[in-house]
Every structure is written in C-alpha cells, then in structure tokens.
C-alpha cells in the first residue's frame, strides 16, 4: 500500500511510464550506436553517465546537509532527496559500459595512444585499467552502504525509533567521505582524460556541481507533491526563499571555484594546463567551445543570480521549478564542456553526433522512472525530526 495519497501517486505515475518508454527507445537507438560507432558512444556515454551521477550524490549530499544543519526545507524536500540518492544502486549497473570502454575514453588505457605518448608512463603505477576498476568498485561500494544506511535510520525516525537520532553524526562523517572520494572520483573519471592536467580545485567544482543538480531536480518536482497532505503544511513562502537561497549560494560557489581554477592556470601560464582550455576553442565549427564557455557564463551563474537575488521570485514556486530545469539543462552542458573535449582522438577531430542527445536520454529515462517508483514508496515527512522541531502528521491511505 503507498505511503502517498492516491492523486500523487497517479501523478508521479503520468510521468514515470512515459520516462520508462522513452529511457528505452533511447536506449535501443544507443545500442546501434555502440556497434556502428563505438568512440563516439563511450565518449557520449560518459558525459551522460556523470550527468546522472551528479543529480544522485548530489541528491545524497542534501540529504546529508539537512540531517547536519536542519532547518523546514528539508523536511519539505528530505523524502525526494532520499528517493533519488536511492537510484545509487541503478548507477552502479550503468558504469559497466564505462569499464568495458576505457581504451575509447583514456589515453592510459589505450596502446597505441600510450606508445605514442611515453611521458605517461611512469603514471601506470596509478592510472591502470586494474586499479582503476578497484577504485571505482571502493567508491560505489563506500557510497551505497552510506545511502541504504542513511535510509534505514531515516525510515526508522518515522517510526518513533529512540535510536535514529544520530543521523547528524553520521551525516556529517558522510560527507567528510563523499568528499574525498569524489575528489578521486572526478580525477578517475574526468581530469585523467588529459593526464597532463592538473588542477587541486577540479573535485571541488565537481562536487557543486552536482549538489546544484541534486538540489535543482528536487525543486523541479516540488510543485507536483506539495499541495498534498501532509506535505502542503510546510509548503510556506519562507521555506521556498530558502530552497532559492540554496540555489544561490551553489550558483555562486560554482562560478567562484570555476573563475579561481582559470585565474590560477592564466597566471601559471603553463602549457600542459593551458590546453586543457585551448582543447576548447576546438571542435566541428570555429570557436564552438568558446560559445559553450560564453553560454555557461551566462546562463549558469550571471542570469540565475540575478533573477534569485528578487525575493518575490524565490516565493514562487512554479517560478523556482521552471529556473530548476534551466539550471539542470544548462549544467548538462556544464558535463558535456567539461568531459567531452579531452581524451583519445579528441581535440579537432571531435564532431558532433546524435548520440550526445540519446545517451543522456537512456539514462535520464531509467532514472526518472526508478526515482518515482521510490518516490511513491515513501513516507512524505518523517513523523520524529532529530531536530527537535514540531512533528507534521502524516496521514496514511
């Protein structure tokens, strides 16, 4: 029996077939692809993946902040960020594709790119397909105990449990871990795309980013479920301020670390760091990725921050949804600038396919549709607040 009233329910079901069926299609076109054009599918596929992957731990990190700090809007969103930090286990699944690929996706992992570059091999102590594939295995295994543990002791709360008030001790350590290992992460995953590169601040851009995304994909499917019981109680004015305000703060954060990391490499004026930009000035039409870089100034920081500076606006909701999937369409370029333009056979043979499009598509379709199923499982505000505020009544079918 759902925790959730039935015209909820019925709503999140309207979009979660829908996303299941189109996830598919997607899907079977990207098959084709990987046969017919396997580089570009891997390089498409990678972006794609780390898109997705974004908006779960990031989902993750906001469960982990409210449990931390408190405060009603995590009471209002805290159900959501657990459904969609519980889609951890889909991710798993979907990083085979990226294991089975690594010659496509890296130059340390491809022979012949290797032969040709042999300043990158005293790096193959780190950066080997084997212990590549173990870390990966440390990070997923390290990141799904912490969310089905958080999990537990959260369904627990709703149950009256004494026991489930350590969850700001435990969430606190969580993201001291998510930290760290996403740092790894974004250094595997992402900067070994151009060994040459380096950067210390690269995971910390990472990682707002996808708090941005974690956070921006609640607040888009906020106007769905709060005018519904019990949720509508918390659905005051001063709570959406302070969702906008969080949009904020992580806007601005993201354009911080991005303009300090480009201070820091101008200044340096080094060669191995500056082409990790040149590589974008490159691409299937002159100066493609400089209009990329200009779009990503605009409209992920310079037009959100203006328009979240008004609080009027930041009272509305559907005005919040509808800048949420601004941010989220923005920042999926924000990945594709990011991941796309380095790698083995990048640089001026890079050229635009259609698989861009499909494989974030597939995985968006999946995701959708197992972050609803989960949504509609649950029980909307736990009943103890390890806060101490005043419990909410939840009321059942």
């Known amino acids: 029996m759902t925790n959730i ?8 079901t309207a979009i979660q077939w829908p996303a299941l069926l189109l ?3 997607a899907a079977g076109a990207c098959i084709w692809g990987a046969v017919a054009y396997p580089n570009d599918f891997y390089h498409a596929y990678l972006y794609a993946y780390l898109y997705w992957l974004g908006g779960t731990l990031g989902a993750l990190a906001m469960v982990m902040i409210f449990h931390t700090t408190g405060g009603l809007w995590g009471r209002l969103v805290g159900r959501l960020a657990e459904a969609a930090a519980l889609n951890l286990p889909l991710m798993t699944v979907l990083f085979i594709p990226i294991a089975l690929g690594l010659r496509h996706l890296y130059p340390w992992a491809n022979p012949v790119h290797l032969a040709a570059h042999p300043e990158y091999l005293h790096r193959q102590a780190y950066l080997n397909p084997t212990f590549f594939g173990l870390r990966a295995a440390l990070y997923f295994v390290l990141w799904n105990a912490l969310t089905l543990t958080l999990n537990q002791r959260s369904l627990r709360q709703s149950q009256h449990d004494p026991h489930s008030n350590d969850l700001q001790a435990l969430s606190g350590g969580g ?6 290992t996403m740092t790894f992460a974004s250094v595997d995953w992402i900067m070994s795309r151009d060994p040459s590169f380096f950067s210390t601040i690269f995971g910390f851009i990472v990682m707002v980013g996808q708090a941005l995304s974690g956070l921006a994909l609640l607040v888009l499917f906020l106007p769905l479920v709060a005018d519904q019981p019990p949720l509508y109680r918390l659905a005051q004015p001063q709570v959406y301020i302070d969702l906008g305000n969080l949009l904020l703060v992580q806007v601005i954060l993201w354009a911080y670390m991005s303009f300090v990391q480009f ?17 974008r000035e490159q691409g299937q039409r002159p100066h493609a990725w400089m209009w990329i870089g200009a779009a990503l100034i605009g409209l992920h920081f310079l037009v959100p921050f203006f328009l979240l500076l008004f609080r009027a606006l930041k009272r509305r909701p559907r005005f919040l949804a509808a800048l949420a999937l601004g941010l989220l369409l923005i920042h999926l ?15 001026p043979q890079w050229h635009f396919t259609w698989l861009y499009i499909a494989t974030p598509v597939a995985i968006g379709g999946f995701w959708l549709a197992a972050f609803l199923a989960l949504a509609k499982r649950r029980v909307l505000i736990p009943i103890v607040d390890p806060h101490g505020e005043p419990a909410v009544e939840v009321l059942h079918d």
């Open 5 to 12: 009233p039935p015209i909820l329910a019925r709503r999140l």
């Open 23 to 25: 996830g598919l299609v």
């Open 175 to 180: 993201l001291l871990l998510y930290a760290v």
């Open 263 to 279: 201070l820091v490499i101008w200044m340096g004026n080094l060669q191995a760091d500056i082409m990790w930009y040149t590589q």
């Open 333 to 347: 370029l924000d990945v594709f600038w990011l991941v796309v333009p380095t790698g083995p056979q990048r640089g």
